[in-house]
């Protein structure tokens, strides 16, 4: 990449290429103090009785920054769903933190993103949404990412 198009890709602009997958570790590593959490698809394994035969070990994959920086990140994160562009995610009596982005699209609309975590303090859960041509991700992904959060907490994760 040229200096300009690295400066672009910070902001999400030019050939930036990232799934939902790795904005939720992106996400999860703020809630984290800098760790990623190796990724996993299978929590749990239970026979027909209802007994674990087989539970996921968690580890930690790798060290995105340091707990002071992602210190610095999540209070923003918690600025932009208390009063910023991501206000739509926010949960009665819970502290959303959150993120939200309009990727440009070359072939039509904006792709809107929401990636954020909850509760803030103490994290237990981690979210990317992403709607291809849907336009802003404050209007239309942080709502879909509010309701899944609160639909997750409900159930108790």
């Given at each position: 990449?040229?200096q300009?198009?690295?400066?672009?890709?910070?902001?999400?602009q030019?050939?930036?290429l990232v799934?939902?997958?790795?904005m939720?570790l992106?996400?999860?590593?703020v809630a984290?103090?800098?760790v990623i959490?190796?990724?996993?698809?299978v929590e749990?394994?239970?026979?027909?009785?209802?007994f674990?035969?087989?539970?996921?070990v968690?580890?930690?994959?790798?060290?995105?920054?340091?707990p002071?920086?992602a210190?610095?990140i999540?209070?923003?994160m918690?600025?932009?769903?208390?009063?910023?562009t991501a206000q739509a995610a926010?949960?009665?009596?819970?502290?959303?933190?959150?993120?939200?982005?309009?990727?440009?699209?070359?072939?039509?609309?904006?792709?809107a993103?929401?990636?954020g975590?909850a509760p803030?303090?103490?994290?237990?859960?981690?979210?990317?949404?992403v709607l291809?041509?849907a336009?802003?991700?404050?209007?239309?992904?942080?709502?879909i990412?509010?309701?899944?959060?609160?639909?997750?907490?409900?159930?108790g994760?």
């Amino acid at each position: 990449m040229t200096q300009p198009e690295l400066a672009g890709s910070a902001i999400g602009q030019g050939q930036m290429l990232v799934s939902p997958l790795h904005m939720a570790l992106v996400a999860a590593a703020v809630a984290n103090e800098g760790v990623i959490m190796k990724p996993y698809l299978v929590e749990s394994v239970k026979d027909s009785a209802g007994f674990t035969v087989q539970r996921t070990v968690y580890h930690s994959w790798q060290k995105a920054f340091t707990p002071d920086i992602a210190g610095i990140i999540k209070e923003g994160m918690v600025g932009a769903v208390q009063y910023g562009t991501a206000q739509a995610a926010a949960l009665p009596g819970i502290q959303v933190a959150g993120k939200t982005g309009s990727a440009q699209n070359p072939q039509g609309p904006a792709h809107a993103w929401f990636i954020g975590f909850a509760p803030a303090v103490q994290p237990g859960l981690a979210v990317a949404v992403v709607l291809e041509n849907a336009g802003s991700g404050g209007a239309v992904a942080a709502p879909i990412a509010g309701r899944l959060l609160a639909a997750a907490m409900s159930k108790g994760y």
